[in-house]
């Protein structure tokens, strides 16, 4: 006689195996259910087109009809910055662009000097201790060489002085390119930072076509003029810089706003350099007597008020050398005039 009875672990293996299959199915019925949900956001809810995904504007658009599904979406991807072709082509940083106007380039992080949380809270006593010491710690990491305290300084100085001067940051751009160009050709040795960084930002004014006198670097600068004008004739040299004797028409356009003059007054103070020009009067003289001296007698020709005075201080230059080169363009004038 046969025993059919089942024993007590074949019971068990078989529900087992009976809940597992069910478990399976479950869960296939679960992804089949998440695919058609999934597969139902992919389409348009109008026309059941496809949807694509506008990355530039933020917005979920079908394909067909063109109807908006989302808009304003959040990329939550790393924030990739372009400046320039190759950054865009690689696409490997994000962040603020790079600058030579900084002895780091920027790619260091700064801590603020106010002791202040996320929520403009201020921050207890221990916290501010903390804080002082990561930022001692900070600055003795960002500068880690002799070199690198040297560049921080010099790039400090010429920002200080582009500021006093109202040079563009394009100017500052350029002296700090100078700057970094002489001290990788071991040209300081004997030279002050001070004396370098002025007659760095001295000739990036000049090629970037905004000049500033000398008389007006050294009002703003902690070196003499003759130093200036040494470290700047030296610097030009060694570097091979390609600067063009300097236009006194550059001038005008300061000259004219600061005394508050109107457009008529610059053009024909324009008119008169290019006058000089063609005589050979601008020929051994200084552009800004040139250019201060055109400003004033242009305002007499125009019947606008202006003393010598006031232009000597615009300009930074004696009164004197003002009478003396207004004199001089009008006689040349009257000479082009007069057939």
């Known amino acids: 006689m046969t025993d059919t009875r089942t024993r007590p672990n074949e019971r068990t ?6 809940t597992k299959s069910e478990s399976d199915e479950e869960q296939a019925t679960e992804r089949q259910s998440e695919e058609r949900v999934v597969d139902e956001r992919e389409r348009c809810p109008e026309c059941g087109g496809p949807l694509v995904t506008d990355e530039e504007r933020g917005e979920r658009v079908c394909d067909d009809c063109g109807l908006v599904v989302e808009e304003d979406a959040v990329d939550r991807g ?4 372009a400046f320039d072709a190759n950054e865009r082509e690689q696409k490997s940083r994000v962040g603020a662009p790079t600058t030579t106007m900084m002895h780091d380039k920027g790619l260091s992080t700064n801590i603020d000097w106010r002791d202040r949380d996320a929520y403009g809270n201020s921050l207890g006593s221990r916290q501010r201790e903390k804080m002082q010491r990561l930022r001692k710690w900070n600055e003795r990491f960002r500068t880690r060489d002799s070199k690198e305290r040297n560049l921080k300084q010099a790039l400090g100085e010429i920002d200080r002085m582009a500021s006093a001067l109202g040079l563009p940051d ?3 751009e350029m002296a700090s390119v100078i700057y970094r160009r002489a001290l990788d050709e071991n040209l300081l040795p004997g030279r002050s930072i001070e004396g370098v960084a002025t ?3 001295y000739a990036a004014a000049r090629q970037a076509r905004t000049p500033r006198s000398l008389d007006e670097l050294t009002a703003v600068s902690r070196v003499e003029k003759d130093e200036i004008a040494r470290t700047y004739r030296y610097v030009a040299r060694e570097l091979g810089l ?3 004797p300097a236009d006194p028409k550059s ?3 300061r000259f004219a706003s600061e005394l508050d003059l ?6 024909r103070a324009r008119s008169l350099l290019d006058t000089a020009t063609e005589q050979g009067i601008h020929s051994g003289k200084s552009p800004v007597g040139l250019a201060a001296a055109a400003v004033y007698a242009a305002a007499l020709l125009t019947n606008e008020k202006v003393t010598q005075s006031e232009v000597s201080e615009v300009a930074n230059i ?5 009478r003396n080169r207004y004199h001089e363009l009008l006689d040349a004038e009257e000479e082009t005039i007069t057939p």
């Open 262 to 267: 109107s457009d008529e007054t610059e053009r």
């Open 78 to 81: 790393p924030e990739w910055r």
């Open 170 to 172: 394009s100017v500052r």
């Open 199 to 201: 007659g760095s930002l």
């Open 318 to 322: 004696s009164e004197v050398t003002i």
């Open 13 to 18: 293996e078989t529900s087992g195996e009976r």
């Open 251 to 253: 001038y005008v356009p």
């Open 242 to 244: 390609e600067i063009e």
